[in-house]
């Protein structure tokens, strides 16, 4: 034995390493937790929460509903001075807006449930109804004007009904049905298919619309064609010759009217101006800016004591920025850009044209209406008297669309995939279940002797 015993238990390497220093060993950080990783997870599962088959159905509900509940409350903020200076109760426009509200969710839930065969089916009526109406709003003695357009027609009390509202769902509904049938027999390729008789019908509707003097919805109106168009491949060299005549008119109507050339003037102006042409347009600035952040809080406007015209109908997004700041604003900005994602997608990935032309056309409405009017307040774009859809005060402007929001919900049901989805989302329990098993009951009751209990 060696001077040096050796200890029980132990290996001679592990005496010589006794005096040894043991490297520091570096701990490896645990997959997963950095932060590169963790932003990498989290952007994979958006993604697939945005691929997911309802994802359309869900966005255009949720943010339809929340512009029309948002658009609710500000309508009673921005209408009580108003109703209250006419001798009316402070809630005098906010409960007409909340009867359209439920009148236009029923027709919204009716439109969400129709099949697309009855929507093609409907087109046709909604055409004539709509022609008709805006053809007796011209009869002397039927029609009715208000701020010098004539394009409203008395319902008796105060319920007033303007049907050019109506007549961008029946170009809608029309034109898709036309040109889905069109497409399906292979005539879209050439012109004469494709512009007659849509662009016929289109200026039809344009023409009784103007002879009201409302350049505003016929703008809207407008913007629908081009849509149709559009989606139905019209080529590029047709699509600008459109284009072009429909701008030559525009401007040809904006020339021979002082009133439309006053409004052009005021683009960016920043102060009112000789005899205040440019009041509203100053005063919505001036709520926007008051605002800040985060407003003044929700009924503490100032411009909607009589400084700020139409404060409940086309001005109400300023005196949104005013109460609600600038975080109310870009709220309803988000909203209205999420129902029109959804628009495109359920028009992008559908297979059946009819929806394609419909989807497209409904998104181009709603879309080219809200930035004309958001445009208007801001001072972008010329005051066009249109109201922000879904959010603004008027029974009429808020019946088709929220019956048009209807389709694009419908639309959405009927993907493949989603249907599956809704499908597999049925309940098991209830009154079907029990059915089957009382009948099943039924059926070994019959099969056991007839002593048996």
Not at 108 to 133: D, E, I, Q, W
Request: glycine share 12%.
């Amino acid at each position: 034995m060696p001077a040096k015993q050796m200890l029980p238990g132990r290996r001679p390497s592990a005496v010589k390493a006794q005096g040894r220093k043991r490297p520091a060993v570096r701990s490896k950080r645990p997959a997963g937790r950095g932060p590169l990783i963790r932003l990498r997870r989290t952007q994979q599962q958006v993604q697939k929460a945005w691929d997911r088959p309802l994802t359309a159905y869900y966005l255009i509900f949720g943010s339809s509903l929340l512009i029309t509940v948002l658009g609710l409350v500000m309508v009673y903020s921005a209408s009580m001075i108003k109703a209250l200076q006419l001798g009316l109760g402070d809630a005098y426009f906010f409960k007409k807006q909340f009867l359209a509200a439920l009148i236009g969710g029923v027709l919204l839930l009716v439109a969400s449930r129709m099949p697309v065969k009855l929507h093609r089916a409907l087109s046709y009526p909604v055409l004539a109804g709509t022609l008709f109406l805006m053809v007796l709003v011209q009869v002397p003695g039927i029609g009715v004007s208000i701020n010098g357009n004539q394009n409203w027609i008395s319902l008796g009390g105060p319920f007033m009904l303007q049907p050019s509202e109506f007549g961008k769902l029946a170009l809608i509904l029309w034109g898709a049905d036309l040109l889905a049938r069109k497409g399906d027999k292979e005539l879209l390729s050439q012109w004469k298919h494709l512009l007659v008789p849509l662009v016929p019908v289109a200026f039809l509707l344009l023409g009784l619309i103007m002879l009201g003097g409302d350049m505003g919805t016929a703008m809207i109106l407008g913007a629908i064609l081009f849509g149709l168009l559009w989606l139905a491949g019209a080529p590029t060299r047709m699509f600008v010759g459109v284009l072009a005549f429909a701008g030559a008119i525009v401007a040809l109507l904006i020339k021979t009217s002082p009133h439309r050339m006053d409004r052009l003037e005021c683009l960016g102006a920043t102060e009112p101006g000789k005899n205040d042409l440019c009041w509203q347009a100053v005063h919505g600035i001036y709520a926007l800016a008051s605002g800040g952040w985060f407003g003044s809080g929700l009924g503490a406007s100032v411009e909607k004591w009589g400084q700020l015209p139409e404060a409940h109908t086309d001005f109400i997004f300023a005196i949104t920025g005013e109460e609600l700041g600038l975080a109310g604003t870009l709220s309803v900005l988000a909203l209205f850009a999420a129902l029109g994602y959804a628009g495109i997608r359920v028009a992008g990935r559908t297979e059946d044209s009819f929806v394609r032309f419909a989807a497209g056309g409904v998104t181009t409405w709603i879309t080219a209406q809200a930035v004309i009017n958001i445009g208007a307040v801001l001072g972008l774009l010329p005051i066009a008297g249109v109201p922000l859809p879904l959010f603004s005060y008027g029974g009429s402007a808020l019946l088709p669309t929220m019956f048009a929001v209807g389709l694009l919900i419908a639309f959405a049901r009927e993907e493949p995939a989603a249907r599956a989805a809704l499908a597999m989302r049925q309940p098991k329990t209830g009154w079907r279940r029990t059915g089957v098993r009382w009948k099943s009951m039924r059926r070994r009751i019959k099969k056991r002797p007839s002593g048996e209990r």
